[in-house]
């Protein structure tokens, strides 16, 4: 099956430092990679999606300057919390598409800012 | 737009008893529908998936059917295990890049 990872899994930083979250396919090429945020005990609301090599379309009222995206490979997409303040504490979820096929998803990231 | 809604849980079932989980959306054309998994602390599992009407998605025991006429995906199964408790989460995709889940019902079996 397609296998995707987050790195780190865990991670907690101090308020105004920046963090970066990566998200690897691991056996396939991904077109499109997506980021997802959830909060507790909630369903998962899209921040942003991203294609390899472009620019990533975010979601109403997600700051592309908090949230920084790079889709650098087929294979690899990080996110970087820029700045982060303990509202932006979560869970931070990617997952990845091959082609038109089904969103596969990484084992979740969970960001503490204190 | 396009939406999905599922039963509020949490539903707490005794070992080997049915399990049904609603699940109906809102959709124009022909979506794709799923049902990931998610177990505590981790991320999401794809459970099962159907992409067009009359489909049936299986998995581990679990089963739903595309309903194109009642925009339903009912997730159920016959018999449930306390390995099954976790939160599930019915979604579709109409677009391929617009993916939009339910809020999710989390499961509790006891043994």
């Known amino acids: 099956g397609a296998v995707v990872s987050q790195h780190p899994s865990r991670v907690i930083c101090k308020s105004g430092t920046s963090v970066k979250i990566e998200c690897r396919s691991l056996d396939f090429q991904a077109t499109t990679m997506f980021w997802y945020r959830q909060f507790p005990k909630q369903s998962l609301m899209l921040m942003a999606t991203?294609?390899?090599?472009?620019?990533?379309?975010?979601e109403q009222g997600v700051e592309k300057d908090k949230f920084l995206i790079n889709h650098a490979s087929l294979t690899l997409s990080t996110l970087t919390v820029t700045s982060a303040h303990p509202e932006d504490s979560s869970f931070y979820i990617c997952?990845?598409?091959?082609?038109?096929?089904?969103?596969?998803f990484g084992p979740g990231t969970r960001l503490l800012v204190l | 737009g396009n939406s999905v809604t599922q039963m509020e849980g949490p539903v707490t079932l005794s070992e080997e008893a049915f399990l049904t989980i609603n699940c109906t959306y809102t959709a124009t054309g022909y979506p794709s529908l799923f049902w990931y998994v998610q177990y505590p602390g981790e991320g999401l599992q794809l459970l099962l998936k159907?992409?067009?009407?009359?489909d049936k998605g299986s998995n581990k025991g679990f089963e739903a059917t595309y309903r194109k006429e009642t925009t339903s995906f009912h997730l159920e199964k016959g018999s449930v295990q306390v390995s099954d408790s976790a939160v599930y989460f019915c979604?579709?995709?109409?677009?391929?890049?617009?993916?939009?889940f339910g809020a999710g019902t989390r499961l509790t079996v006891k043994p």
């Open positions: 997952s990845a598409m091959r082609l038109q096929e089904t969103q596969y």
């Open positions: 159907a992409t067009k009407a009359d």
């Open positions: 979604a579709l995709n109409n677009n391929n890049n617009d993916m939009r």
């Open positions: 991203s294609n390899e090599g472009s620019k990533a379309t975010y």
